[in-house]
């Protein structure tokens, strides 16, 4: 079955330290992957997305994401995380028709001053 | 620009009542979806649309209704609430058939079951 797994259901870092997201995903496809953030209350917002032309992607905000395809992982990074970055995170996997659009569980994330 | 806008924002029915979720888009996108969300869970697809006039089921439709009358405007209706129904709904967009396009949210409908 297909499917995007997002490995911490929590993370939490300190404002200034390296961010680490993980998402994985099930091998029986080429997708096209995306990460979403979603501030309390609010909508999704597209991070970045990875459709094969590079496999590091670089989005908004500072974060990017790198796309292994050997270890069927697409792990979302920032170097120095911000108290603004204190949200949920979603993975996103999208195969080439529209009713294949898999969402990870989420990640929250906390940073702590 | 609006983008895509839900109403209302908050709801709360009794067991067996009937509502209706408007999403509507102003970037004239041919796509249109309808999410819950909980927690844990993700986000899960309950009914989709690829055009006006057409309809198709996601993951979790059973409970649901979906119309797309006109293209701006993708309604999701409860004819009869049900606890289970609580929680946080999501409407989306695309422009078309390409894996690159992005989804564009709303900013969901909270809605509560009791």
């Known amino acids: 079955a297909q499917s995007v797994t997002q490995l911490d259901s929590h993370v939490s870092v300190s404002e200034g330290t390296p961010v680490l997201l993980r998402c994985n995903y099930s091998?029986?496809?080429?997708?096209?992957l995306f990460w979403y953030v979603q501030h309390p209350n609010k909508g999704l917002q597209l991070l970045l997305k990875?459709?094969?032309?590079?496999?590091l992607v670089k989005g908004i905000n500072g974060f990017e994401a790198e796309f292994k395809k050997s270890e069927t992982s697409f792990h979302l990074t920032k170097p120095s995380a911000h108290m603004s970055d204190a949200a949920e995170y979603f993975c996103v996997g999208w195969k080439t028709s529209y009713d294949k659009v898999i969402f990870g569980p989420g990640t929250s994330l906390s940073v702590i001053p | 620009n609006a983008g895509v806008t839900q109403t209302p924002k908050f709801r709360v029915l009794k067991t067996g009542q009937s509502m209706t979720l408007l999403c509507a888009q102003d970037?004239?996108?041919?796509?249109m979806y309808w999410y819950r969300q909980d927690p844990g869970m993700g986000l899960r697809l309950i009914h989709y649309s690829v055009g006006e006039g057409t309809t198709a089921k996601g993951e979790v439709p059973d409970g649901y209704n979906v119309s797309r009358l006109k293209k701006q405007n993708f309604l999701l209706g409860l004819e009869s609430a049900a606890p289970s129904q609580t929680s946080v709904y999501f409407c989306?967009?695309?422009?078309?058939?390409?894996?690159?396009?992005?989804?564009?949210f709303g900013p969901g409908t909270r809605l509560t079951v009791t």
């Open positions: 990875y459709t094969s032309a590079a496999t």
């Open positions: 091998s029986s496809y080429s997708p096209s």
């Open positions: 989306a967009s695309t422009p078309g058939l390409v894996v690159s396009y992005e989804q564009y």
């Open positions: 970037m004239n996108h041919e796509y």
